[in-house]
């Protein structure tokens, strides 16, 4: 469904958020590191995550590499992003500082099978919330709700709108939620499967696709890095609803509560919007954040 706020939002773009994401995306962490809480291992419950986690003083966190404002290493290999604050924010909950997170790159395929195998403890990459992955893993938040829409050429003019995928070679990326919804809903377009968001780019620049579709502030993100090539259709449009989730093992509904309950501890104290205005708020506007699902 086409929100007016999601199709205001990416009106804001200017040369200005684009030069000062220029910035955020050579390194620059945004509001600096959030602070570690001083946090005493055997406050948590004898045998829970959380004392594991704090007692080992560091936690292995999955996410988007190639991602612009989520989830983008930096120069040094670090990702940085909105994602990336929301894992801190979650680390110095349990008393581990940001230098002590292990940063895994997730794709969008293999989220749930590196939770599934202990891979990482959590995964926060533009993850959308939904049944199909709740028979595997367990989700915190929402923490923002986005939305799926287009991106193509700036100079294409026959894609309007998700009606004007027929016949049209559509990029996502396998296992992604936009991927699954192009073939429920539009089995006439050719849909083209890709790894990552940032090969679906390569591919839309050289003519291999006519479209790429995934949420619409990822695109957001690949416009502002490159607006001389890439524009969003009709201003951003959404047509599906992608509440993003922070991955963990199933079952683990202790973990879970913690995590919900930081989430909302950031909500109160400012560091949600600090975290959004530092990364994705560069170009976006900050958002009400969405209540948290205790399922
Ligand atoms: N939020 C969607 C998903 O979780 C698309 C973005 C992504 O693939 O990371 O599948």
New binding site residues.
Partial sequence: MASPLNRRLFLTGSVGAAAALGLAACGNTGGGEPEAAEVDPSSFAEGSTMAALAEAGKITIGT?FDQPLFGQAGPDGTPVGFDVEIGKILAGALGIEAGNIEWVETV?ANREPFIENGQVDLVV????INDTRKEVVDFAGPYYV?GQALMVLVDNEDITGEDSLAGKKVAS?EG???AQYILDNHPDAELVNFDTYSNCVTALINGQVDVVT??NV?LAGFVESDPDNLKLVNDGETFTE?P?GVGLAKGDDDFRTFLNDTLEAAYEDGSWAEAWESTAGVVLPTPEPPAVDRY
């Fill in positions: 988007k969008s990459a533009t993850y959308t986005a990326v992604s939620t936009p995934t949420d990822i992608e993003y």
